[in-house]
């Protein structure tokens, strides 16, 4: 054979013949690596390795095998630069991957943890942190790199689909409970992707929606969330969102991706489209959007075309390429950690089932109805959801898990037993139902969509006269199932009038005998409250606690655990009273499919806008401000005992002011106490700022009967900043505002004033609405 002379000059055309010179990522520096990659290289690390069906790292080029089965996506593998390919999985219950795999007799089941919703009900990011590194180590055992999680917009309305994955209409309870998650799955040495950003608010048209929104509510509400979250927590990746905001694709969007995100934020991580979100690959680059997943053909082509023509600068490409390449080097797959395929299950169901009784919230309780008494053995078990509990929603946010534990059997496991045994009945019952309910068609898109819940039982009066007798108490579970690609109408935010029929029916009876009925909602949203929480003795919002829920609620209706759950969003009492449903479909409207739209451009007539008229008055920043009622305020949850606040002082500080006061147990059992802090502006009403908004947050530890503790709580003088348009700035203006100390939004405890100097922080003149917006004032 003939050998190659490797001299100086052939050496610069023909280095890789010439040994070992490749550059190899990880050994040589980001740069050489990058000089060394070609334009077609670079243009297919930028986007993902496509996507085959509806889940799946399904095309790993050149692997025999898939990385993760069922994991939503990987990076690009260049083995000749040492560039493995890294796994990316969903979501922010647990992980997502398929929990079989052929021609394997091993299960890979994850757990399933509670909802987003419910982790930010326990306004606890020390217990949001461990649920976070329990999730970060089924990633880290099971292979995966980046966790794509944590989901975190704003509850604008109600009918959100995916409000059950995301945390609150508040952006402080976000941003820090995001925080918090990020913290604990990174303490892996895993990544994770906070998404998705920005105002993806909506299901409805997801991926043809323009959302309309002043550049103060952007930066005041939807995009803070985002904000406090890369600043406190750092994640690894952003996930950019499906729609339009003011015109343009938040995946095409500089102003979003860089401007803000990079530029005022400090942000050094790598942003990713969600899954075929957006349109045009080459702004996208250009936005800072440096990752297109799960990357197709067209994307590729039109990047490689697009350096080829001069209308991409190669040097963009190129910083794309190098954020990839810095979350690849700190991932697991890449440090070839030897992950084991088998997380301690059991250590996790534990962590599930204590963080979900942590934010479940007591909604009602007469004279004391909760705990049960040692004197309840006996219960009437009613509502198809008691033998279905629902663990969390569908769509990328559901967990393949082992098992669901349902509110029988969590009963059951907790001493309780059955005066009349219902379980056949109703199991038969709901197999009918379901069956009756099958969506029609084979779409594949089918299996990610929430059922309908089965219409309730009747119960004939000989069964409930039965019911009443051999019973001490009855509980009735009331159930809603949310999900991705789908919004929820207005008739799912209603009590049905099977729903209704069985309430009434069930505390007529009961409450003829003396006897207590107990309604507990396995819900992942706000459904409508006002019109019947006045018949049953104690409503307990259970939300969707995961796999242990059953075992979670019966913890807390035994009284092992008090309940200390607060809402992190307002219970209207109608779904018209919220500001944002004048602009919110009721019908529960889907998200169109953009996928064709890449190849064929025919659904562009799909495209639609939601105007965010509200403005900054999302949830009890407008209910609050214009003195609405509601049915449960922002921020509202009861406990088996009760809290005393005393002591409340202000103490200024170099940058903000401290709020110490004490938390003492006045009741008779331990329990937790979470103490929240607003700021009230000087002349609200006539600056058009809301009445009060949240800066703060604490939760006690566990207190005994009679015991106290001094709690800590802090805002920064920049917080109390609001976004002038006018001269896009953050500006305080000078003057007395008021802490409130508050049980809820709706029970300030203490009032403590403070004389704040004016200051004014310039930002970036960007996000104009491309049309004017009616926006709602004071
Ligand atoms: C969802 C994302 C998810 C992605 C990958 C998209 O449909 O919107 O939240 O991470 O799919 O499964």
Known sequence: MKKILCTTAVAATMLVACGPKVPQLGDASIDEVIA?????????????TGMAGFSGDSAVVGATKKLVPGAAGTTYPIERLGIPSVVLADGPAGLRIDPKREGDNQTYYCTHFPIGTLLASTWDQELVENVGKAIGNEVLEYGADVLLAPALNIHRNPLCGRNFEYYSEDPVVSGKIAAAYVRGVQSNGVGTSIKHFATNNQESNRMMN??????????????????????????????SSYNYMNGVYTSENPELQTTALRTEWGYKGMVMTDWFGGKDAVAQMKAGN?????????????????????????TVLDTNVRRILEMILKTPRFKGYEYSNKPD????????????TEGMVLLENRNGVLPMTASVKNIALLGCT?????AGGTGSGNVNRAYTVSLLDGLKNAGYTFG??????????????NERNKPKGDDKLTAFLPTPRPTEMSVSSELMTQLVAKNDIALITIGRNSGEFIDRSLADFSLSASELALIRQ?????????????VVLNIGGVIETASWKQLPDAILCAWQGGQEGGNSVADILSGKVSPSGKLPMTFPVAWA???????????????????????????????DYTNYEEDIYVGYRYFDSFHKPVSYPFGYGLSYTRFEYSDAVVKPEADGFTVTLSVKNAGTVAGKEVVELYAAAPDAQKANKPEKELKDFVKTRELKAGESTKVTLKVKSADLASFDEKTSSWVVPAGTYNFLVGASSRDIRATLPVTVAASSVKANNIFKPQTALKTLTR
């Open 36 to 48: 060394a990659m070609t334009l077609e290289e670079k243009a297919h690390l930028v986007i993902g």
């Open 290 to 314: 440096d990752m297109l997943q799960p990357g197709v053909d067209k994307q590729y082509t039109a990047i490689v075309a697009a350096v080829k023509d001069g209308s991409l600068d190669e």
């Open 420 to 433: 009349v045994d219902l379980k056949k009945t109703y199991e038969e019952y709901i197999k009918q139902e």
């Open 386 to 390: 008691s033998y279905d509990f629902i």
């Open 577 to 607: 009273d919220v500001a944002s449903s004048k602009n919110f479909p009721s019908e529960g409207r889907m998200s169109d499919f953009g996928f064709d739209r890449r190849n064929t451009d025919k659904k562009e007539n799909l495209w």
């Open 210 to 239: 323009d959302a309309r929104v002043t550049p103060r509510a952007l930066r005041e509400i939807y995009l803070k969330g985002f904000e406090i979250a890369v600043k406190e927590s750092e994640p690894w990746t952003v996930m």
């Open 506 to 518: 069930t505390t007529a009876a009961f409450h003829a005998a003396g006897k207590k009925v107990v």
């Open 345 to 356: 299950l059991k250590a996790h169901a534990k962590v599930t089932r204590q963080s979900a």
